[in-house]
């Protein structure tokens, strides 16, 4: 739970000390600019709302790990909800009202988040048609977080990136959704971001990698 909340709070801090020029130039995110991933964290921001207030009876179907869907296909824009995305954001105009409101909401989804797991981690959640326990719920978006914190600091070098428990953690938790081993030699957010197609790996990077630069990417959603 401690390394959601870091992670979460790491990231929106990120965004509070954005210019507001920066908000126009190009993420980690193919085609998004950082206003659009900022959007997109606000609509997360919603869904861990949404989901922590939807208590469920079942077993649980998917744990921290599997929560994760694996495919070989980047993201090409054309999904509805990343387009709906995209004019959300453009429409918000002032980047302040983008940090202004996902300060609110991002707020309000780190409260709950600390209350819910304080209450009963074990409690379950639906969420996407499955059902989760909230440790595992909120385990799960420590990757999040931290891959669209790496998302949001690709082009601005002067921004710090994501905390070194919720990379190691995401690389881990890479590790195991993909049955990959990268090697030790990789830092934790190159794994990421070699991992999930961020970027194409080196020459060198490949060599290392063997018969599994084969399978990459591994596209998360």
Request: hydrophobic residues 45%.
């Amino acid at each position: 739970m401690g390394q959601f909340s870091d992670s979460w709070a790491a990231l929106r801090a990120a965004v509070a000390g954005l210019e507001p020029e920066d908000f126009e130039r190009s993420c980690g995110c193919a085609g998004w600019l950082i206003r659009d991933l900022v959007c997109h964290l606000i609509i997360d921001s919603q869904d861990v709302l949404i989901t922590l207030a939807t208590p469920a009876d079942a077993e649980p179907t998917r744990n921290a790990l599997t929560y994760w869907e694996v495919s070989d296909t980047p993201p090409n824009g054309e999904d509805p909800l990343a387009a709906l995305t995209v004019r959300l954001a453009a429409a918000y105009g002032d980047p302040g009202l983008l940090t202004f409101h996902l300060d609110d909401v991002g707020s309000a989804a780190g409260r709950a988040a600390d209350l819910a797991d304080l209450a009963d981690p074990n409690l379950r959640v639906a969420t996407q048609g499955q059902v989760l326990t909230v440790g595992d719920y909120l385990d799960a978006y420590v990757l999040e977080w931290t891959l669209h914190h790496l998302d949001l600091v690709a082009h601005l070098p002067k921004v710090a990136g994501p905390p070194a428990p919720g990379l190691a953690r995401s690389r881990a938790m890479l590790d195991d959704i993909t049955g990959v081993r990268f090697p030790a030699k990789f830092s934790d957010a190159d794994v990421l971001l070699v991992g999930t197609g961020r970027r194409a790996p080196t020459d060198s990077e490949a060599a290392d990698l063997g018969a599994a630069a084969a399978r990459l990417p591994f596209v998360l959603g």
